[in-house]
């Protein structure tokens, strides 16, 4: 046997030993698409650290922001396909993107292997307490009487602009779009009288909202969220006003299904775990760990409804 055959058969041997491993053999690179210190960065990580727990191996995480998301989607989509390099998906990149932006670099369905939709949040439509708003209905009177109202939102594009574009279209009110760089901004602005309303997530406004600075009118889901007392907006009339921000696991297409399979499973467990389910349920999101079929669907239908808003609203990328 020569050199160069035995180096080849030694090169194979390994090759195979290496694909006989059970999967993670390596750590796991998990992009979160976003800055650090927002709720992404929060879920990316205490879920990265319970998932290296179970997985026996580190889970990196690694901040690649920019363009609403579609910059770290795209690092995802183009690895190889073999588990150790995830995203951290949400409603911006795969729903309100795909949606709004005719030149996003992947698509939502076609470039991912989904995996496990990790937690929901509620939205809700927010107020200065000091305004006389009681209620939607008062919301939509003032919207109507030819008052200026401006809304506020965390970016031109982001799920609070559109969720307030659809609540504009739904009842057919007068308000003006002022995009922040993120809700924080934006909520202090309601604060400070500028802005009329924002639909925004429930987590984010609630610290203002029990200072007594805000108050909620209703929330944007199909049945009333358990701990709120608050109704929902559809019973204000308007059913059709459904925004929840979610957060997903994706993987690069063409995975193996026994890697998807196990990955899946394991965020489950990792969701299960009581410090980090609490942690999640403390930033007002509820925690799910859903199998890859369901979310597949999930994504669909956002993709698909957040299309017909942008085009009923006429919203267009700045």
Same mark, same amino acid.
């Given at each position: ?79 190889? /396909? ?33 995996? $496990? ?12 307490? $000091? ?11 003032? !919207? ?16 609070? #602009? ?6 504009? $279209? ?6 003006? #779009?002022?995009? +922040?760089?993120? $809700? ?53 009339? +308007? /059913? !059709?006003?459904?925004?929840?921000? @979610? +957060?997903?696991?994706?993987? /690069? ?14 965020? %489950? ?34 993709? %698909?409804? @957040? ?12």
């Amino acid at each position: 046997m020569t050199r160069l055959t035995l180096l080849f058969v030694v090169l194979l041997a390994l090759e195979s030993t290496a694909l006989a491993q059970p999967f993670p053999n390596k750590p796991i690179r998990l992009i979160a698409p976003f800055a650090p210190g927002g709720a992404l960065d929060l879920i990316a990580r205490g879920l990265g650290a319970k998932l290296a727990d179970i997985a026996g191996q580190p889970v990196i995480v690694e901040n690649r922001a920019g363009a609403s998301g579609a910059i770290g989607s795209e690092v995802v989509k183009n690895s190889a /396909p073999d588990g150790y390099t995830l995203l951290l998906g949400a409603t911006a990149t795969h729903g309100v993107n795909p949606a709004l932006n005719p030149k996003l670099p992947y698509d939502a369905v076609r470039d991912f292997t989904p995996i $496990s939709l990790i937690s929901t949040i509620p939205h809700a439509l927010v107020v200065n307490a $000091s305004q006389p708003i009681g209620s939607v209905q008062d919301l939509v009177r003032l !919207g109507k009487s030819g008052q200026a109202l401006n809304y506020g939102s965390a970016g031109n594009g982001t799920p609070h #602009h559109l969720g307030a574009e659809l609540f504009r $279209s739904l009842t057919g009110i007068e308000a003006v #779009h002022v995009p +922040y760089k993120g $809700s924080g901004p934006a909520l202090a602005d309601l604060i400070g009288g500028q802005l009329q309303f924002i639909s925004v997530e429930y987590s984010a406004a609630e610290p203002h909202i029990k200072s007594g600075k805000l108050k909620a009118l209703a929330t944007a889901t199909a049945q009333r969220v358990p701990g709120l007392d608050l109704p929902t907006v559809g019973e204000a009339g +308007y /059913p !059709g006003f459904l925004v929840t921000s @979610w +957060y997903a696991i994706f993987g /690069p297409a063409g995975m193996p299904e026994a890697v998807t399979a196990k990955l899946s499973a394991d965020i %489950a467990k990792a969701l299960a775990v009581p410090d980090l389910n609490e942690r999640l349920r403390n930033l007002g999101m509820t925690p799910v760990g859903s199998a890859p079929g369901e979310l597949a669907a999930h994504v669909r239908a956002e993709v %698909a409804r @957040w299309t017909k808003v942008v085009k009923d609203t006429g919203i267009k990328p700045e």
